[in-house]
Antibody, heavy 127, light 110 residues
Framework: QVLQQDSGPRLVTPSQTLSLTCTVS??????????LNWIRQHPGKGLEWIGN???????NYSPSLKSRLSISVDPSQNQFSLTLRSVTAADTAVYFC???????????????????WGQGTLVTVFS | QAVLTQPPSVSAASGQTVTVPCSGS????????VSWYQQLPGTAPKLLIY???KRPSGIPDRFSGSKSGTSATLAITGLQTGDEADYYC???????????FGGGTKLTVL
């Protein structure tokens, strides 16, 4: 498994902060050419891209989450993390980390495809 | 509301061929590479097709992808019961500056 997420479901209280970590194995997180992404899936729904980070470069966030979201990397642990502040019931979802090669076309640079996926973590926001 | 449009469901008999369409716009499908993902129940999505029509190692040649203008299509030939899953198309949107996915299509093998 290239990407390993924290095991087990998470229970978060409304208005609190959600933090998730994804560990990259078998490769250095500092190796260039890859975007590190977070994607979520609400219960019974489709995939929603949340944001990504390019090591040594920029981060991109979904406009709908930008004010509450941070994605960071810890090279010493070969991990990258998601922090989502002020959560509500609408943030209840399975959160996946995903990695893919970068591509710079005529517009933005972006994740060309999501090659490797973590197993997912169910996060429930519940009072 | 997904940015890319997919039918909620498709079905076909075992051994037959099914296609899954994915419709977008110039700023996403029209300008960027499309990829396809297979998600079996309770599991993470798995890369099926990348760069519009390329298969990762280990993906059978029964799965193929194509793109024309602002639409992409996933085709699956020789359907098997193990192909029953949700299928998603994905790409980048230059206008929104975000990754975007289709709403997903549930495949039923009759």
């Amino acid at each position: 498994q290239v990407l390993q997420q924290d095991s087990g479901p998470r229970l978060v209280t409304p208005s609190q902060t959600l933090s998730l970590t994804c560990t990259v194995s078998g490769d250095s997180i500092t190796r260039g050419g890859y975007y590190l992404n977070w994607i979520r899936q609400h219960p019974g729904k489709g995939l929603e891209w949340i944001g990504n980070l390019y090591y040594g470069g920029s981060t991109n966030y979904s406009p709908s989450l930008k004010s509450r979201l941070s994605i960071s990397v810890d090279p010493s642990q070969n991990q990258f993390s998601l922090t989502l502040r002020s959560v509500t019931a609408a943030d209840t979802a399975v959160y996946f980390c995903a990695r893919g090669p970068s591509y710079c076309g005529t517009g933005d640079c972006y994740t060309r495809y999501f090659q490797d996926w973590g197993q997912g973590t169910l996060v429930t926001v519940f009072s | 509301q997904a940015v890319l449009t997919q039918p909620p469901s498709v079905s076909a008999a075992s051994g037959q061929t099914v296609t899954v369409p994915c419709s977008g716009s110039y700023s996403n499908v029209g300008e960027n590479f499309v990829s396809w993902y297979q998600q079996l129940p309770g599991t993470a999505p798995k890369l099926l097709i990348y760069d519009n029509n390329k298969r990762p190692s280990g993906i059978p040649d029964r799965f193929s992808g194509s793109k024309s203008g602002t639409s992409a299509t996933l085709a699956i030939t020789g359907l098997q019961t193990g192909d029953e899953a949700d299928y998603y198309c994905g790409t980048w949107d230059n206008r929104l500056s975000t990754g975007v996915f289709g709403g997903g299509t549930k495949l039923t093998v009759l």
